[in-house]
């Protein structure tokens, strides 16, 4: 089974409008760290935010933050006020297991594009 | 901070050279690196585990042989290209993560990434 699930490939977006990218994962181990990163074309990953297992709140990262479901095992990231900027591949990632040792997975990615 | 850099961005090289790519953690200390390759369109996969002093864990699938990985310190990783190939060409990318007990030890930063042509 897929660890991570991205389901939309490519994604449009009105510049300074909200947009949602869905990611849902799989696993059965407790403790886990979720992970979006934001890879524009010249290639570089950027990470944008992190969202632990164990953590009470969504995580916030200035214009992003991740809504955790748990119950629902998702892991949408919500940039709010989007730039042209943003347009990129941006991919869900997890690592299974506490701390940093276990190797992180990732998903296969959605193409966002900033409209002006 | 958390920057990572990789040296070279590109390289164009002969088939049945060898390539080293440097990995390296500018502003922090990684007690673990790690590769990735990626392909065109897709996304990334694990090649191999760095651990400073030790031996690499590789993937599944990956030849040791071919793809020899050295860390010999907290900042630098260096991965090894040897006999390249040009079904070896692809886009090469190295993470670090923050040795514990660093907050920041949960999250790999990566670096730019090196394009490899082998021709």
């Known amino acids: 089974a897929q660890k991570i699930t991205q389901t939309q490939p490519g994604m449009f977006v009105q510049e300074k409008e909200a947009v949602t990218l869905d990611c849902t994962y799989d696993?059965?181990?407790?403790?886990?760290?979720l992970f979006w990163y934001k890879q524009p074309s010249s290639g570089e990953m950027i990470f944008l935010i992190y969202?632990?297992?164990?953590?009470?709140q969504n995580a916030t990262e200035g214009r992003y933050s991740l809504n955790f479901q748990k119950a629902r095992k998702s892991a949408n990231l919500v940039i709010s006020a989007s730039q042209l900027g943003d347009s990129a591949m941006y991919f869900c990632?997890?690592?299974?297991?506490?701390?940093?040792?276990?190797?992180?997975?990732f998903g296969i990615g959605t193409k966002l594009q900033v409209i002006p | 901070g958390a920057v990572v850099s990789q040296h070279p961005s590109r390289v164009i090289c002969k088939s049945g050279t060898s390539v080293k790519i440097e990995c390296r953690s500018l502003d922090f200390q990684a007690t673990t690196m790690f590769w990735y390759r990626q392909f065109p369109k897709q996304s990334l996969m694990l090649m191999a585990t760095s651990n400073e002093g030790s031996k690499a864990t590789y993937e599944q699938g990956v030849e040791k042989d071919k793809f020899l990985i050295n860390h010999a310190s907290l900042t630098l990783s260096t991965l090894t290209v040897t006999s390249a190939h040009p079904e070896d060409s692809s886009f090469y990318i190295c993470?670090?993560?923050?040795?514990?007990?660093?907050?920041?030890?949960?999250?790999?930063?990566f670096g730019p990434g090196t394009r490899l042509t082998v021709l």
């Open positions: 990632a997890m690592r299974e297991g506490p701390g940093g040792y276990q190797k992180v997975t």
């Open positions: 969202q632990g297992s164990y953590d009470q």
């Open positions: 993470s670090a993560r923050f040795s514990y007990p660093s907050v920041r030890a949960d999250t790999q930063y």
């Open positions: 696993t059965s181990d407790p403790s886990y760290g």
